[in-house]
């Protein structure tokens, strides 16, 4: 039987203590540093060389203090997008970036995560993601805070019994994994087209340092436009408060109808693109191998976390959908599957409980409608 509608089962987060939890992201971060150390190329050092002697971009390299690693940064994702095939492969990373992006936006309007500031308060993280730490950020940051965060729910759950949960703590109740407003399922995918997907289609195009420049502060504006789109909406949208997502099919679509659209047309742009000369030069294999490496570890350290909330199934699901959709459509369905888990390991244990209760107090005098 599917382990995601198996009643018994039970995943590894309620089985094993927060620490063993723990242990794959710290190892991955380990293995990340090794294989970039390794794979690094020596054209990679010389590149910030240039700029620290101010022989690149010199308008940006010439800033006090910021301005040899900022030219750096720049000139790094203008390499890896000066080629035909270089922008095919980032087109498909770039995918599965605005799909993770999609998921942890959603995640930070979930009422159950509003006490942990990492989840809640996304834009600093995925900032210090995208222009320092990659992969280390994700790893020992931020799905080790949502590993914890899902400790202290289950915590909360085992300490306080089903009957009283809703009246002790309300992120217990089954409106927990709803958002906390409807107006977040209108912000977030308009906030992830104009803050993200834009910024990264003129990237692609002109592969000018402006525009580099001014996507790798994309979290700034996706951000910046979801608070707008909630501010106007708040206006016009009566909003009576928790909003479950997956209970409500065209929002539901709406919220990953685009990651899954660019998903599918960057990976049928790639597998295109192999069929045809590759025109990447030395500096482009280098810098693209870079950001591979790094969004590739982020993607296993995914797999594992959804291994360890939904079981093994939506692992499955989001491989092979990725194999023929591209990964952003594979994490996509995953997260969907991930959600309906929930129903079942959490929701439906309390339900079942209830249910088993009202089973031994009916009598024959029990009304079969209530």
Request: glycine residues 6%; neutral net charge.
């Amino acid at each position: 039987m599917d382990p995601i509608h198996r009643p018994n089962y039970r995943p590894l987060i309620q089985r094993l203590a927060l620490p063993w939890l723990l242990v794959v992201p710290g190892l991955l971060a380990v293995v990340t540093i090794a294989i970039l150390v390794i794979h690094t190329d020596l054209n990679i050092v010389a590149l910030y060389s240039q700029c620290h002697a101010r022989s690149r971009l010199s308008g940006l390299s010439h800033i006090p203090v910021l301005g040899a690693p900022a030219c750096f940064l720049v000139s790094f994702f203008q390499y890896a997008n000066t080629s035909v095939r270089a922008i095919a492969r980032m087109s498909v990373i770039l995918s599965f970036v605005g799909a993770l992006l999609t998921i942890s936006l959603v995640e930070s309007a979930r009422i159950c995560n509003k006490s942990s500031r990492v989840i809640s308060k996304p834009t600093l993280p995925w900032l210090v993601s995208n222009l320092v730490g990659g992969v280390l950020v994700w790893d020992l940051v931020i799905v080790s805070s949502y590993l914890s965060q899902a400790k202290n729910v289950q915590a909360a759950r085992e300490s306080a019994s089903a009957e009283d949960a809703r009246e002790a703590d309300p992120e217990i109740d089954k409106g927990v994994r709803g958002l906390s407003s409807q107006v977040e399922a209108m912000a977030i995918p308009i906030a992830v087209v104009v803050g993200f997907i834009v910024p990264s289609v003129v990237m692609l195009v002109l592969t000018h340092p402006i525009t580099i420049g001014v996507w790798l502060f994309f979290p700034i504006w996706v951000s910046t436009v979801r608070y707008a789109v909630k501010f106007v909406a708040m206006k016009v949208v009566t909003d009576p408060g928790p909003y479950h997502l997956e209970s409500h099919r065209v929002p539901l679509v709406t919220m990953y109808a685009v990651p899954v659209i660019c998903s599918v047309l960057s990976h049928g742009f790639l597998i295109w693109n192999m069929f045809a000369w590759d025109d990447r030069k030395e500096m482009t294999r280098a810098t693209i191998k870079f950001i591979e490496i790094d969004v590739a570890i982020i993607a296993v350290t995914i797999l594992y976390w959804l291994l360890v909330e939904a079981g093994v199934v939506a692992c499955v699901t989001m491989i092979a959908i990725s194999i023929l959709m591209g990964p952003g459509a594979g994490l996509a369905v995953a997260w969907f599957l991930r959600e309906k888990a929930f129903d079942v390991y959490y929701q439906g244990t309390q339900g079942s409980s209830d249910r088993e209760g009202d089973v031994e107090d009916e009598s024959e005098e029990t009304p079969l409608l209530r």
